[in-house]
């Protein structure tokens, strides 16, 4: 019943830009902290984004700090994640996931409760 369906993937050229959305049904949205992860081919799921359930913190990985931006709507359940300026290394499988922290940003997977199956982002040339 719960679900995080991510979408906006796809293939794109350095340098270019892409928006990922989230869309989340089954459990309060707005009473959990929503991050982003990817995990490129060979490598460890690496976390890279999160923002706060009442949407007024957000952190982000030093990889993609200055690049990408997250953002959340708790009144449509959705989370998105502006990339810009992508890089080959951004290559990967992106995941959306929730975390009951109260007021926090987590960075560690393991704290988060629900996963997404995620959506596939290609950059090369």
């Known amino acids: 019943e719960v679900q995080l369906q991510a979408s906006g993937g796809g293939s794109v050229q350095p340098g270019g830009s892409l928006t990922l959305s989230c869309e989340a049904s089954?459990?309060?949205?707005?009473?959990?902290?929503i991050g982003w992860f990817r995990q490129a081919p060979g490598k460890e799921r690496e976390w890279i984004s999160c923002i706060s359930k009442h949407d007024d913190t957000t952190t982000y990985a030093d990889s993609v700090k200055g690049r990408f931006a997250i953002s959340r709507d708790n009144a449509k359940n959705t989370l998105s994640l502006q990339m810009n300026s992508l890089k080959p290394e951004d290559t990967a499988v992106y995941y959306c996931?929730?975390?009951?922290?109260?007021?926090?940003?987590?960075?560690?997977?393991?704290?988060?409760?629900?996963w997404g199956q995620g959506t596939l982002v290609t950059v090369s040339s």
């Open positions: 089954g459990f309060p949205f707005s009473e959990y902290a």
């Open positions: 996931a929730a975390n009951q922290h109260p007021y926090g940003t987590p960075s560690q997977a393991p704290e988060y409760s629900y």
